[in-house]
């Protein structure tokens, strides 16, 4: 062989060995950047499904506030249906919500904590309220475990997880691939955001004892403002807390932590197992959860693509006042009357003499005469004695409030709570001077002329209070027409003892003197009283209290007749 021939091969053999070598590099850079591909559709399905989930986790937590939702009973109704819908007052709010739902389980919670605080302010005078009391903290109770049995079974959310996760796109696992539920484990519930606000205000601050009645102080560690730094607009707002045993007497409330304002929101695993009832049991029996874990599976022809958990907190950004918008109290007005009182001896004490005789609401005179009603005398005689100006002109405020004044303090202070537990609009807080405001209604002076003598005290927009007669209450609020006709369930007494003004009014008695006497002496006077009882009520039936106002003058004449 030449060498040329032998040179000839072995060019042959180089070439054959670099198409060789070509070909298999091409085939490993193809096989490596299918990988690639591969490797990046992976990564990418992953995204894709954890996106997918995040969505589907978004919409448990909105869709959770709701859509889960608890049928009350008739009787259920009756102590909440106000609180369970927002169209709790006006012409719209005849008969209120008929179901409990997250978004407003903290306001059932909170009204039956006002009636536990309403039948505790009243202590030995609580009459049956103590019972109905508790019977409204173990309704919201039996209400709020149904509502967490719903919202502890995942069954109830998978709808509204795959509502939002299968609509996301996972094709980067392949052709067909599709976002679905996985059922199991993965589904969970949390308590976060533990001793944190409720989205329910209590009206006032800690010094003003959130304008509660005065026979209770409130736990100051029951409420607390806003624990977010960052917020707007929270003013100088208290919240109740949540997850935190809310204990009045024997009853215990409970509220759900949701920080003011905050959107709902996706959460860390870490966070979220740490706050478990599993991991962190509270004394809640049934505590009612705001966090939920979700677990979704992206599936190609019937196979198994990549699984994906994710964690929300949900807040319906919702902030309500513990209220009973449905609410009212009654003011009756006795009707005025003159008392006659004599000195047949001269001396004290004054004998009281001859029926009472009432007056209205305009000046007039009365009458009365007494035999042997002074010292040596025939006849003393209260003669057409001016009386009414007491109440003339006065309105339902000052009947109660006005002169003579005696001590209004815890009248007031009952009133004024009962009048901020009508109220439900967030910030609107009733003082004093704004209770007093409503019942200086002038238009109800004309009412006690034409005879009214009972008035009720309502908010008709859950904003604004009113003091009027029954028919023009019922228009003003048809939700009145069938509650105003309860009775408290306390038991009456007197809030402001007997108080006088003495001297309101003089006048000169007609003294007769005994045959060959003289008169030596006539002087007569006129004293104005007043007496305010009040019934307490926990507002179980709509019923906040009685208030009843008692007034009268005392005529007293005194006549000295001495021998000739």
């Known amino acids: 062989m030449t060498a040329k021939s032998i040179r000839q091969i072995k060019a042959r053999k180089t070439s054959g060995s670099m198409i060789t070598f ?41 869709r959770s506030l709701d859509d889960i939702t608890v049928p009350l009973t ?5 102590l909440f249906g106000d609180v369970a819908s927002d169209e709790e007052t ?9 179901q409990a739902t997250l978004r407003r389980i903290n306001r059932i919670w909170a009204k039956a904590l006002l009636m536990s605080i309403n039948a505790t302010a ?31 079974n995942s069954n109830n959310l998978h709808g509204f997880f795959s509502e939002y996760a299968s609509a996301n796109s996972v094709r980067m696992l392949g052709q067909g691939a599709a976002m679905s539920v ?15 606000e409720s989205n329910i205000t209590l009206a006032g601050t800690p010094g003003s004892n959130f304008n509660l009645p005065p026979g209770h102080n409130l736990n100051h560690n029951y409420a607390t403002q806003t624990t977010r730094t960052s917020v707007q607009n929270a003013g100088n707002k208290w919240f109740l807390k949540g997850y935190t045993p809310l204990t009045v007497g024997n009853n215990t409330a409970w509220q759900v932590p949701f920080l003011y304002e905050e959107k709902p929101h996706l959460v860390s695993r870490t966070m979220f197992e740490k706050s478990q009832a599993s991991a962190m049991p509270i004394s809640w ?4 959860p705001n966090a939920f874990s979700v677990h979704g599976k992206a599936i190609k022809n019937s196979t198994l693509g990549e699984q ?17 918008p449905h609410s009212f109290f009654k003011i009756l007005i006795d009707e005025p009357e003159a008392r006659f009182y004599f000195y047949p001896n001269g001396i004290y004490p004054p004998v009281k003499f001859g029926a009472n005789s009432s007056y209205g609401f305009t000046p007039s005179t009365k009458s009365m005469t007494m035999p042997f009603g002074g010292v040596l005398c025939s006849s003393v005689t209260a003669s057409n004695v001016l009386v009414g100006l007491d109440v003339v002109g006065r309105t339902v405020d000052q009947l109660i409030f006005g002169a003579p004044q005696g001590n209004t303090t815890n009248i007031e202070k009952e009133l004024t709570a009962r009048c901020n537990e009508m109220i439900s609009k967030v910030g609107v807080n009733v003082s004093n001077s704004d209770m007093h405001q409503c019942l200086s209604n002038p238009a109800n002076i004309g009412f006690l002329v034409a005879g009214t003598r009972e008035f009720l005290v309502y908010s008709k927009d859950g904003s604004t209070l009113s003091c009027k007669p029954l028919p023009l209450a019922l228009a003003d609020a048809p939700w009145l027409a069938t509650i105003q006709g309860n009775n408290p369930d306390g038991t009456s007494y007197t809030i402001v003892p007997e108080a006088t003004q003495n001297f309101a009014g003089v006048h000169i008695p007609t003294v007769v003197p005994l045959p060959f006497h ?14 305010v009882s009040w019934q307490p009520s926990t507002g179980h039936n709509g019923d906040l209290g009685i208030v009843k106002v008692y007034r009268w003058t005392e005529v007293h004449s005194r006549g000295v007749c001495v021998p000739l």
Not at 25 to 32: E, F, G, N, R, S
Not at 74 to 78: D, T, V
Not at 285 to 288: D, L
């Open 22 to 62: 070509s070909t298999v590099l091409i085939l490993a850079l193809v096989i490596l950047g299918l990988g690639f591909v591969a490797l990046l559709m992976l990564m990418g399905g992953q995204s894709e499904t954890k996106n997918a989930a995040d969505s589907g986790a978004l919409n448990v937590g909105r």
């Open 308 to 324: 994906s958990r994710s964690w929300v907190l949900t807040n319906p950004r919702q902030t309500y006042k513990a209220s009973m």
């Open 285 to 288: 029996n049934k505590p009612v």
């Open 74 to 78: 008739p009787s259920q109704i009756q």
């Open 182 to 196: 996985q059922p199991g484990a993965g589904w969970q519930t949390s308590l976060m955001e533990r001793a944190k």
């Open 518 to 531: 003289s008169i030596a002496f006539q002087l007569g006077w006129s004293n104005w009283k007043k007496e």
């Open 90 to 98: 006006g012409a719209n709010g005849v008969i209120g919500g008929n």
């Open 122 to 152: 009243a202590g030995g005078n609580a009459g049956q309220g103590t019972g109905n009391a508790q019977s409204a903290v173990q309704n919201a109770e039996s209400i709020s475990n149904l509502l967490a049995d719903k919202l502890n």
